[in-house]
């Protein structure tokens, strides 16, 4: 059974300056990472990324085959985070209102006067879990894509605010594209990352075989609530932010794009569509999330390179050259990371 930890929630604790509160955070995060892995083995860099998004304010889009834990993954999170968690299969058949709510004519028992009243529907949660979101029609999507950006529900002449913090895990199968509905590239766009999950090593899957075959495995204990989340979310917009590290999230960024005045030939050979300025923006906030969980108040070039591959594993585009020479968007990143030059930031570090 589930049971806040002692001092770590909002009641429990009086107002932080932001050192101490930095201290809290990466305290909260190694305890996090803790109850996790009493479910989930393996997986540390999804699980960072992940979490990262939630400090930041961001949704992840995540990838893997089935079989990987991705829903259990965010529902041990839900459990640690003492926050309410909703799970959406996404079919073609799945209907707007089955995501947003609907009104629904009720009658008065005592007047017997009708009226409409609207029925909350699984949006309405902290974490959100979209499984195979490329699944559904495309107006489906816009309905909880909508809310993921407004972090609102409109119903009639009402609009509604989501809960606080609102976080959207959507997994997509990379196998199985038959029947799908692949979410275009200004949808991509408002993920904040996208998140690998892949095969454990022998090891690790070993351990899995144990844990899931044999006696119940222990339940994650709550670490940390939804107000302090909401604290360390506005701290996270307050960590600084050198110049150097500004510019190279920046310049690799522009990097990507091949219409760029001075992009490199692999880029104008292999892409046809770059990031955006929001990856530059998520970058950055991913950077300063990363800072913090490692108990820093400053953001490093390590930082901005830690986060920059799930930032834009989605945001490129490769082209018919890229394909038939069976180029992937990783490589393309990690040679965009490589050949990116420092210059005047490594001099200031």
């Known amino acids: 059974m589930n049971r806040p930890a002692d001092n770590l929630t909002a009641a429990a ?10 201290r809290f955070l990466a305290d909260a995060v190694q305890r996090l990472e803790a109850e996790l ?43 640690a985070t003492d926050l309410c968690f909703h799970r959406i ?46 699944r559904a029609p495309p107006k489906t999507q816009s309905a909880l894509l909508q809310a993921m950006q407004e972090r609102q529900v409109t119903a009639g002449s009402r609009t509604l605010d ?13 196998i199985e594209q038959e029947g799908t509905y692949p979410l ?15 095969y454990p090593r022998r ?30 979310q506005d701290l996270v917009r307050r960590v600084p932010v050198g110049d150097h590290a500004y510019a190279l999230a920046l310049d690799i960024v522009r990097a990507t794009r091949p219409g760029e005045q001075g992009a490199s030939d692999f880029v104008r050979h292999w892409v046809s569509w770059g990031a955006g300025p929001r990856a530059g923006q998520y970058m ?44 992937t968007v990783e490589q393309i990143i990690d040679k965009v990371l490589t050949l990116v030059p420092r210059g005047e930031a490594d001099r200031l570090l």
């Open 13 to 22: 604790r009086p107002a932080m300056d932001d050192l101490e509160a930095a």
């Open 37 to 79: 892995a009493k479910v989930i083995v393996g997986q540390a860099q999804a699980i960072e990324e992940i979490l990262i998004a939630v400090l930041s304010r961001g949704h992840c889009l995540v990838q893997g085959v089935p079989g990987l834990a991705k829903t259990l993954m965010v529902s041990t999170l839900a459990r």
């Open 89 to 134: 299969q996404f079919t073609p058949d799945l209907m707007p209102s089955d995501i947003t709510g609907t009104e629904i004519l009720q009658e008065d028992p005592q007047t017997g006067q009708r009226r409409f009243e609207f029925q909350k529907g699984p949006v309405f949660a902290n974490i959100i879990l979209a499984d195979e979101i490329n």
């Open 162 to 174: 989501l809960p606080d913090p609102f976080f959207v895990l959507a997994t997509q199968n990379p």
């Open 184 to 198: 275009p590239e200004a949808q991509l766009d408002r993920f904040m990352f996208m998140v690998l999950v892949s």
């Open 203 to 232: 090891d690790e899957e070993l351990e899995i075989l144990k844990r899931t075959t044999g006696a119940s495995a222990e339940a994650p204990a709550v670490v940390i609530d939804g107000p302090r989340i909401r604290m360390l």
């Open 284 to 327: 950055v906030l991913g950077a300063k999330a990363r800072a913090l969980m490692h108990g820093r108040l400053h953001v490093t070039l390590e930082d901005i390179e830690a986060v920059a591959p799930a930032v834009l594993r989605h945001r490129l585009v490769p082209n018919f050259n890229a394909v038939a020479e069976g180029i």
